[in-house]
């Protein structure tokens, strides 16, 4: 009896350093939302209460598994929602975190702008969000959309990489090999459709020597707002061997037109 007492004082007698620097900082460095920087506890886990109100309700809501707009399981046909019937897709099926918009906007374009310690928060939704898309057991290959070297210099990290290597496929591995030969103007600045795919077409290549030939890939990008540029690297990554390609994406924007 008192060994073990001798034990749980000697243990509380530890815990009081840990809980006086946690005190310190606290007060120092007050926690706060990562969003809209209202304080929060330590353990609000980054957001508090209203953004992660706001977070899983952009996360909410069915989606159509082929282009991953905002459609009801009970208005597709062939898996397919009415907007995108008639659309030329090619990857195989989509898995989305949710819309573009509120919080999950705001912390995708923290994530793509020097803050890529939201790869935290956001891959366990990605990662819910593949597993439950229904191909997640086909994977062999998880492959981030890539960025031209160039940007890739002037941001420090692709954060689609970043995104890929923190989820949890049964078996994939993240494959490089998916490159950007060309410097594209962003798609947010190109207006239609149609120039967005002009302006990618071509933009991708494989690394010579590595083929995908019988493999089942998922693309990995933060945002899919026309499809051109999943589109496009799909088509390159079937080029190359691919038996299907799937996309995995943070949040799908453009609800009205691919």
């Given at each position: 009896m008192e060994a073990a007492k001798r034990q749980r004082v000697m243990a509380r007698a530890k815990a009081v350093p840990v809980l006086l620097g946690r005190g310190l900082a606290q007060l120092l460095w007050p926690a706060v939302c990562g969003i809209c920087h209202a304080?929060?506890?330590?353990?609000?886990?980054e957001l508090c209460p209203k953004c992660w109100g706001e977070l899983l309700t952009c996360t909410a809501g069915d989606y159509c598994p082929r282009c991953g707009r905002d459609a009801s399981r009970y208005g597709l046909v062939d898996s397919a929602c009415a907007a995108c019937q008639n659309d030329e897709i090619h990857f195989d099926g989509i898995a989305r975190v949710g819309v573009y918009t509120e919080a999950l906007q705001r912390i995708i374009l923290a994530f793509k702008h020097d803050h890529s310690e939201w790869a935290r928060t956001l891959a366990p939704l990605a990662d819910a969000a593949l597993q439950g898309s229904g191909f997640a057991e086909e994977i062999d290959l998880l492959v981030p959309?890539?960025?031209?070297?160039?940007?890739?210099?002037?941001r420090g990290y692709n954060q689609s990489y970043l995104l890929a290597k923190k989820l949890h496929p049964a078996r994939a591995r993240v494959s490089t090999d998916l490159v950007r030969i060309r410097r594209t103007r962003a798609q947010p600045q190109v207006a239609t459709p149609a120039a967005r795919a002009r302006n990618v077409a071509g933009a991708f290549v494989v690394r010579e020597g590595h083929d995908f030939t019988g493999r089942t890939v998922c693309l990995v990008d933060d945002i899919?707002?026309?499809?051109?540029?999943?589109?496009?690297?799909?088509?390159?990554?079937?080029?190359?061997?691919?038996?299907?390609?799937?996309?995995?994406?943070l949040a799908v924007a453009g609800q009205r037109s691919l």
């Amino acid at each position: 009896m008192e060994a073990a007492k001798r034990q749980r004082v000697m243990a509380r007698a530890k815990a009081v350093p840990v809980l006086l620097g946690r005190g310190l900082a606290q007060l120092l460095w007050p926690a706060v939302c990562g969003i809209c920087h209202a304080a929060i506890c330590d353990t609000d886990r980054e957001l508090c209460p209203k953004c992660w109100g706001e977070l899983l309700t952009c996360t909410a809501g069915d989606y159509c598994p082929r282009c991953g707009r905002d459609a009801s399981r009970y208005g597709l046909v062939d898996s397919a929602c009415a907007a995108c019937q008639n659309d030329e897709i090619h990857f195989d099926g989509i898995a989305r975190v949710g819309v573009y918009t509120e919080a999950l906007q705001r912390i995708i374009l923290a994530f793509k702008h020097d803050h890529s310690e939201w790869a935290r928060t956001l891959a366990p939704l990605a990662d819910a969000a593949l597993q439950g898309s229904g191909f997640a057991e086909e994977i062999d290959l998880l492959v981030p959309v890539p960025l031209h070297w160039t940007r890739r210099l002037l941001r420090g990290y692709n954060q689609s990489y970043l995104l890929a290597k923190k989820l949890h496929p049964a078996r994939a591995r993240v494959s490089t090999d998916l490159v950007r030969i060309r410097r594209t103007r962003a798609q947010p600045q190109v207006a239609t459709p149609a120039a967005r795919a002009r302006n990618v077409a071509g933009a991708f290549v494989v690394r010579e020597g590595h083929d995908f030939t019988g493999r089942t890939v998922c693309l990995v990008d933060d945002i899919k707002t026309s499809g051109a540029t999943l589109n496009e690297c799909a088509k390159t990554l079937k080029e190359a061997g691919a038996t299907k390609v799937y996309a995995l994406v943070l949040a799908v924007a453009g609800q009205r037109s691919l």
